[in-house]
């Protein structure tokens, strides 16, 4: 860790005072919810919502009226100011001293929503151990890596249009497939899971305009758990020569607690150790990684563990490279890691690498397993340890519908 690791921060909501609360007063991160009325900007204490909309209308905090939104984006684009002036009066209305009155929501009764209108979805392909391993299964060890992979993050542009909220059940894809006699028209076989970390865009860049990596890591507002599902045969007969398209393109689930920058900002950490040095527009003067405790689940069984800084290209640097070309950015683009991934199968974040293309099972409650069938449940999870809290993202689950005719 490169911060000053300040300890709990005890908080008049009792249940953000235990060592095992994703949501102590060190984290308050933003979501939208609903519970009678409709959806409105909260942000996450212990096991309770605290109704911003509400406490904008009661004058406790200022935020001009952009609580009220069923999206974070209005409030996101008033600047790193306005959210490090929020942050401060959430903690202090939060505090054992703060008002006994705040309009608190119980978490259990809520329902949870997409917490930004995205703008723009894109994914990256960020970990080395990922990049090899999947590589390795189709090109060999000795061609594994592509030859620009350690000179930039690559990437695709997704679809902003399916990202869904955690909770929401994921149709298996339909589309073509290769076969013994060419392509076939099918339900995908081979449907799978990614363990991703997506960063918010906090900021917008001009058409034409270019930015260096510290510039866009003040332009990421937060982080959330993301799993970009994938329909790996699909995906196999589409991606050349121009990469994943619908194979990709079906559902990608996002959990529903933004975890701000400043949040993550006493685990900062370096990342995986370069072979080369980065081009000018990709080198960063401080780590640009966290430490954060992640991992997967199937069925209610941790399928893997991982570290987030084991990653070879942070996001700030995935931003930068983004806009190199002078691609905009907007307030509210989602930005995947790509699947984290570490060095030995129990720390592989999708089922391709786990089961090496489906030619090793693995065991999942009890039953040999290699790729997602309907009714399985996905879960993700991630918290980063401090001393005598964490600051965790809540979960970020979905289930595998079967296809639609």
Known sequence: MTGAEPGL?????????????????????????SDDRGPRCGVAIGDRILDLAACEAQGLLDAGGTFAAPRMNDFIARGPDAWAAARARLTALLSPDGPRDLPLVAMAGARLHLPIRVEG???????RHHAFNVGCLFRGPDNALPPQWDHMPIGYNGRASSVVVSGTPVHRPMGQVAGPAGPEWTASRRLD??????????????LGTRITVDQAEDMIFGHVLLNDWSARDIQAWEYQPLGP??????????????????ALEPFRRVGAARTVDPMPHLRDSRPGFHDLAMGWTLNGQVMARVNYAVMHWSQAQALAHHASSGCPMNVGDLLGSGTISGPTPDQTGALLEMTRNGQQPVTVNGQPRTFLQDGDEVGLFAHAQGAGYRVGFGPCTGRVMPALP
């Open 9 to 33: 921060m005890p908080s008049q909501v009792l249940s953000a005072n235990r060592p095992d609360c994703d949501f102590p007063l060190n984290n308050l991160p933003y979501g939208v919810f």
């Open 193 to 206: 899971l990614e363990l991703e970390l997506g960063a918010i865009v906090g900021a917008a860049t001009a």
């Open 245 to 262: 398209f619908q194979g990709k393109a079906f559902a990608t689930t996002i959990s529903p607690w933004i975890v701000t920058r400043a």
């Open 121 to 127: 979805f894109t994914d990256f392909y960020a970990s």
